[in-house]
């Protein structure tokens, strides 16, 4: 039953009440850019600094790691190296080995998740999240199935491996075992179905540079957690994390961000306890009651953002980060998106790392005007993710090219 708020009769249109009819707050872009900035622990005022008393330097406490991990509501890790420049750029002080450390402690897990990618997430979250997109994950891989490997039974095919999978076993290993049962199956699709559908992590090792070695070793996550992953939930424990990271946002974000289709119904269900808001294009946001929106003008440093960075993903309308003359640059036809460098708050360049034998330097190319106040702290900025980002010991720098 949806609600009408206080003093209105108007009754909802797709994807909620018309805001030409209903008065509420209309956000700026601006506004909504820091929002994000401000929950994606992007804003100088979100990133106290840490210090480790035992060492009596500056890094954070295994616990604020996780806690930064879970607020932004993880990081997406096709690419291992990315997804910990995404976490350096959000914790000041972060070290590498931390998060292999918190990876291998079972802490932090990396697994198949929102649009069938792999995210860096927390434990807890893996348990929240994992069944709330199972559905979407399941069709996904049905799909492939049916495509490729026609007349098998993805579930019967899934219990089949699921034992097998109790250990850690790399994709080939997968292959072969499913190989062995089915022989003239597709034995590719088979173990993409089964790593699809079934709740699966990485296992990390100890000579992984970023936790998990470039041909991971998959397990259940079950196994793994020592936790049973719960067999079904409810689509309104996944929009209250998507908008405590991302709010306030509109149902097609969540649902672009989620992979998961049909929210809006989900959405209807919480609107008692929503605040709700519009946007310059008319369109209703939605947002958690307490959640902070800083003013338009909150400073913000430059910034280096990584390649696939969840705040580039994460909204069916993407300016309020991305300048919409800028998306050419920025989302390369679904080939790569980003990596980027902000400029109060949104896209001003693109950035690379070029590597020698001993040294690292942060190649940065301008897409608009950048003052030589912003060149500065990014060129500060640039060297210390250099030296994070840098597996070899040696000079570090940063460039600027046309």
Known sequence: MSWTPPGHGDTPRAGGYDCRVVTVR???????????????????????????????????????????????????????RAAAI????????????????????????????????????????????????????????????????????????????????????????????????????????????VRVHLPLVQAPTEKATWGVPGNPAFVNAAAWLGRPIPSAAGAEALIRRYLAAFGPAHVADVQTWSGLSGLRDAVERLRPELRRFCDARGRELVDLPRAVIPPAG??????????????????????????????????????????VVLVDGFTAATWRLEQERDSTTVVIRPLVAVSGEAREALARSGERLARFASSRAGTVGVSFTS
């Open 26 to 80: 209309t956000l700026t872009l601006d506004e909504l850019n820091r929002a994000t900035l401000a929950r994606q622990r992007l804003l100088p005022r979100e990133q106290p600094p840490y210090s480790d008393e035992r060492s009596g330097s500056e890094r954070p406490r295994d616990a604020d790691v996780v806690s930064a991990v879970e607020r932004v509501a993880g990081l997406q890790s096709q690419d291992s």
């Open 86 to 193: 995404g976490l350096w750029t959000r914790v000041p002080g972060l070290r590498r080995e931390q998060i292999a450390d918190l990876l291998r402690r079972r802490l932090l897990v990396k697994g198949t998740l929102m649009r069938a990618t792999l995210h860096l997430v927390s434990a807890a979250d893996y348990l929240l999240l994992r069944p709330a997109v199972q559905p979407a994950l399941s069709r996904w891989a049905g799909a492939v199935l049916r495509r490729r490997a026609p007349g098998l039974d993805m579930h019967a095919l899934a219990e089949e491996a699921r034992p097998f999978l109790d250990e850690p076993h790399s994709a080939a290993e997968l292959r072969r075992y499913l190989s062995g049962r089915h022989p003239e199956a597709d034995a590719e699709a088979m173990a993409i179905a």
């Open 298 to 339: 909150d400073p913000v440093s430059p910034l280096f953002l990584p390649a696939w960075d969840s705040t580039l993903l994460a909204y069916e309308d993407r300016s309020r980060l991305v300048p919409e003359k800028l998306r050419g640059p920025v989302y390369l036809e679904g080939r790569s998106i980003g990596p």
